[in-house]
């Protein structure tokens, strides 16, 4: 029977630990777009985007962002 063998490799030992991942600190710091708690913005945001040639099947759109945590979708 052949086998094959990959290139040799050499252990070493060490005594440092090996590095961790900071530990996240909540939402980052707050310029007052964000609610306190960070998961939702501190006032209604509203994106509109471009509507489609008039005669096409498609449309303008609307997302407004809310500070309770709703959103709504216009199309």
């Known amino acids: 029977m052949i086998g094959c063998s ?7 030992t060490s005594t440092t630990p090996p590095p961790t ?22 006032s209604e945001r ?3 985007g471009n509507c489609a040639p008039a ?5 303008c759109y609307r997302l407004t ?4 945590g709703t959103m709504e979708y216009f199309m």
Request: proline fraction near 12%.
């Open 6 to 12: 990959g290139p040799a490799t050499s252990t070493t």
């Open 21 to 42: 991942a900071e530990p996240t600190q909540g939402p980052p710091a707050n310029d007052g777009t964000f609610t306190a708690d960070g998961k939702a913005f501190a």
């Open 46 to 48: 509203v994106y509109e």
């Open 55 to 59: 005669g096409s099947r498609g449309g």
């Open 65 to 68: 962002l809310r500070p309770d």
